[in-house]
């Protein structure tokens, strides 16, 4: 449905987005997940043909963006776009509303009286019709912009934060929308902050950071990978000092042996998908000294992955057993680490993306 | 079957629910009102005056004045107007969040454009429309020819085309409404002085053809020439074509030769504007 590649866009001396690839299949629901500044707005913006790329290429329903106006016109009308703000116009009915874009659809005056009811039951807002657009509340308007959206039936939705304001139980009727939409055969594409959301509707997510696109995959997969191509290992000087933000850290020296082992244990592409065991939990062990041996032990078990390591805390994911875990921690100590605490927590997508944005400031 | 810009109809569907569109018209026709009272007040009195000197054809003679005056007045409101309703054309789109919405539609640029004009000339000549009546005080007495109005109809209408284009042009190249207004009144002292410059050069380097076509484009320059034609003094390219001042055949100086010309430039000026305006807002050709 959409493929894009090596999508780059530039304001100035700033890389918005940066050299970035990805597909989404027909009937998926795709999740752009990022922090503020990351490139996500640039690049939906990019899709709808709103903003031109300054290299790389569109392809929606396997039309290429940028060639003749009449291509654009026709991937346009495949395209149904809900801006992460729905605009207003004052002194206008629901129903004029929705008459207003289908007339520029082509689509007859008869024709819309039905569809604008079709539309407003799917989104939940029978009823609605007489009702002045800027009277209604926000989630009303963010649902109308849907229906909106949806008036010329198009194969791709593009989402730009469609929960953004919306207070929880707007929310949930949001989420409904779109898993219903899903159900219906739609390709979507959402962008959200809302991870909780995103875990919970999407087949596959795309994290942005600084531009780049640091994972994509489906859900599944990225948690069971758990560390995909942005392992970090904090350079810097072992603490003598005192300084606390020193002292978290290894030296070149180290830092270098360290990635060196983790480079046989990590995964550096973003893209794969295949052969991985199902790793639920996370577990930070804080380790006073050895931390070296720490990583070449969490390579000889094969269940583990190692996701960062710091001077004195490395943290693995692994499948949730116990008993796997204990004989981990047991040969840690064996070799000769110095352990002063560990803890678990479940790898979710929260955690994946705090991990894998943790360079953006 | 002719379709309706979807963007027009939507524009005017609004601005009919506002209230300040109807004082708008109240105003407008308040003015006029008052601008034929003055200039009734101001024609009696020299009648009054002259009273020992002229007789009664000379004072109906002076009433024929009543249409070039109101004429007058209605072309400088729309003149002051028209930037006001075209200059919010776009930023006002912006503004409510709207703009991006309509981009993504297969509505083409121009069409966004044309129809954001064509809903601020049918707004505009609502109003000239609506002041038909105060005017037909001048066809009262006679003097006037029928052709008169709807010549001055059609002046009109194109006139507050290429206004209308103009405005949504620099509404285009604007953050902010008041912005567009600005750079609207800029390019119509530019226009309305500038294209005189020609003229003045055209007496010394005698590039007569130029200054004439500069000259046609100025809408100052049609509108007199049509109140000389009214009041029965010719045109004034006839009276700068007696006077030496112009090097052309007399045909080109013709009251019909030279209104055409002007329209047609004016039309040109239009279709310049849409396409720039058109191309500024595209996405995909415009700057960011």
Known sequence: ?361 | MLKINPVMQKDLRITSRNARFYWGLFAYEAILAIGFYVVFKIVLGINSYNSRYYDVTDVYRSFISFFPALMAIQAGIITIIIPVMTGSAITDEKGHQTFDILRTTPLSCTRIVTGKIMSSVIRTMTFVIAGIPIMAFSFIVGGLNWIHLPIFLLITIVYSFMLGSLGVMCSAYSKKTTGAIVKAYIIYILLYVLSFIPFGFGQLYASKLFSYFFLCANPIVLYVNFLMAIVGEGSIFAYLYEHQTIGLPAVMCSFWVTTAVSLVIMILLSILYIKIASRKINPLKGKE
Do not use: W
């Open chain 1, 1 to 361: 449905m959409l493929k894009i590649e090596h999508l780059v866009k530039s304001f100035g001396a700033k890389r918005a987005v940066d050299d970035i690839s990805f597909e989404v299949k027909d009937g998926s629901l795709f999740g752009f997940v990022g922090p503020n500044g990351a490139g996500k707005t640039t690049t939906i913006k990019m899709i709808c043909g709103l903003l031109k790329q300054d290299s790389g290429t569109i392809t929606i329903n396997g039309i290429q963006s940028g060639g003749s106006a009449k291509e654009g016109a026709a991937i346009k009308r495949c395209i149904g776009y809900v801006p992460d703000f729905f605009g207003v116009y004052e002194n206008f009915k629901v129903s004029e509303y929705m008459e207003f874009y289908g007339s520029i659809y082509g689509i007859s005056s008869a024709d819309m009286k039905k569809l604008t009811e079709d539309l407003l039951a799917l989104v939940n807002l029978t009823g609605k019709e007489n009702e002045y657009v800027d009277t209604l509340s926000r989630g009303m308007k963010q649902r109308l912009c849907v229906a909106r959206a949806l008036i010329h039936n198009p194969a791709l939705l593009v989402m730009d934060e469609p929960s953004s304001g919306l207070d929880p139980r707007a929310r949930v009727e949001m989420k409904e929308i779109l898993m219903n939409l899903q159900s219906l055969g739609k390709t979507i594409i959402i962008s959200s902050h809302i991870l909780a959301d995103i875990a919970e509707m999407c087949d596959s997510v795309g994290i942005m950071s600084q531009g780049k696109l640091v994972a994509v995959d489906t859900i599944q997969n990225l948690l069971s990978h758990g560390a995909v191509a942005g392992t970090s290992v904090m350079e810097g000087f072992s603490g003598t000092d005192g300084n606390e933000s020193t002292d978290n850290l290894v030296s070149p020296d180290e830092a270098a042996a360290i990635k060196e082992g983790i480079a046989e244990n990590s995964i550096g592409n973003p893209s794969i998908t295949s052969g991985a065991i199902n790793q639920d939990i996370r577990i930070n062990i804080h380790i006073k000294s050895n931390i070296e041996e720490a990583v070449t032990v969490a390579k000889e078990f094969d269940g583990i992955k190692v996701v960062s390591v710091r001077a004195q805390e490395l943290s693995v994911t692994c499948k949730e057993d116990d008993e796997y875990i204990n004989r981990f921690i047991m040969e840690v100590m064996r070799r000769g680490c110095i352990l002063y605490g560990f803890e678990r927590q479940k790898v979710d997508l929260e955690t994946m993306f705090m991990e894998l944005t943790s360079n953006s400031k």
